[in-house]
């Protein structure tokens, strides 16, 4: 007889690649999700998966299999979810945290909501490369800044305020900008190949700065400002504690930058778990307030 977890592993393997990423989404040891795979394909008495070195590839039957066992797994997770007494949630809950941002701003938040949900498993991974969160297992992740991914389903929960900033002695060295272009005759400390986008209120001006020093968190950022390699944007909220130890000082006040976007991304589907929608509401209620205290 099929069982639930053997599909439900079936389909983890398939849409990850291979058995080393449906174990990490599962939670579960190796061997166990390849003897849940030889006892399905026992069972219905064809091939689903063609192993391979690199991992895993669906076979034809696979294929078609994949789509009716997801469906069922599917309509049973919803099933469980709907079962559930009102406000509890169980499970696991796999989310990926921007560690420039997490220690202050979503640890604070994620630590609350396990508080309010002692049932739920919450495993929040802080990182500012990039994550992959079908491949590496995640349920959702939270992103700060401007999307790239067009597959993934994004909602947006919140913002942060941004503005330039450079270090007291560089300005006395090298000049203090005044307008968009002063900035190109500066060192711009980027993330990747970012530009600035400054607005005077009635205009706004793409700057395509250039400079010897890029990291890709704004942690990282902020701490090459602060030690005189530039000028940079920031988040508001990433340069505050600079701006009191005196080592960072706002630049051209005058002039304004876009608000950083702070999302929850999930991969794509129709069906949200309700873990993630719960989070998700979560993450807004608390941006608003905050927004409000401000």
């Known amino acids: 007889m099929i069982s639930f977890e053997d599909m439900q592993t079936f389909v983890e393997v398939a849409d990850g690649g291979g058995i080393t990423v449906a174990a990490r989404r599962l939670g579960l040891p190796k061997s166990i999700v390849s003897r849940r795979l030889v006892r399905l394909e026992s069972e219905l008495g064809v091939q689903l ?7 895993a ?11 009716h066992a997801a469906r069922m797994c599917l ?6 979810e709907e079962m559930l007494p009102t406000g509890e949630l169980r499970g696991r809950l796999r989310v990926a945290v921007p560690s420039s941002f997490g220690p202050g701003h979503f640890a604070p938040a994620l630590a609350e909501l396990a508080r309010r949900h002692p049932l739920l498993q919450l495993h929040a991974h802080y990182s500012d490369r990039y994550v992959d969160l079908v491949a590496e297992g995640f349920d959702c992740g939270i992103r700060v800044g401007y999307l790239q991914d067009s597959n993934l389903t994004a909602r947006k929960i919140g913002a942060f305020a941004a503005a ?15 307008k968009p272009s002063d900035l190109l005759e500066h060192q711009a400390i980027l993330q990747g190949t970012e530009s600035w986008k400054v607005s005077d209120g009635t ?18 950022i902020a701490e090459g400002t602060a030690a005189g390699l530039g000028v940079a944007a920031l988040p508001v909220v990433i340069a505050q504690s600079y701006l009191e130890a005196g080592t960072l000082v706002p630049i051209m006040s005058d002039y304004s930058l876009p608000e950083v976007g702070v999302y929850i991304v999930r991969p794509p589907g129709s069906h949200v778990s ?3 929608r719960v989070l998700i509401d979560f993450f807004v209620e608390r941006f608003s307030a905050n927004a409000r205290a401000t």
């Open 57 to 67: 590839s669906l076979t034809e039957a696979g294929v078609s299999f994949r789509e």
């Open 75 to 80: 309509e049973m997770d919803v099933a469980r």
């Open 49 to 55: 998966l063609a192993r391979t070195t690199r991992g």
């Open 164 to 178: 330039l900033f450079a270090n007291p002695e560089y300005l006395r060295v090298h000049g203090i900008p005044k």
């Open 274 to 276: 309700r873990k993630v």
């Open 203 to 220: 205009k706004a001006v793409v700057v395509n700065g250039q400079g010897r020093f890029k990291a890709d968190s704004a942690a990282g």
